[in-house]
């Protein structure tokens, strides 16, 4: 958003999804470029439409490769972004 403004466009910064919809509505009610600055968390998993066996083959390589090099603090905080999301 910073950058949009520093050019001479419309910048808006979202840091909190509740501000979202108030955001895409401003951009789209303003006449000309916008640019619309997301913070998202890093580690929040993205779902997608539909999951293959490969993906999940891949996920569940994943985990357990980080799970033996011992980044079950990685792993933990995963799952407190992404648990709670499912429930």
Known sequence: AAFAEAVG???IR???PGDL???IEE???HDGPVIVDVVVNPDSLLMPPEITFDMMRNFSEYIW???VSGEKKTLKEMLE???P???
């Open 9 to 11: 466009m419309k910048g």
């Open 27 to 29: 951009a789209f009610a």
């Open 85 to 87: 999301r499912q429930l």
């Open 65 to 67: 490769k980080a799970f």
């Open 21 to 23: 919809q108030q955001a």
């Open 81 to 83: 972004v992404n648990l």
């Open 14 to 16: 979202v840091e909190q």
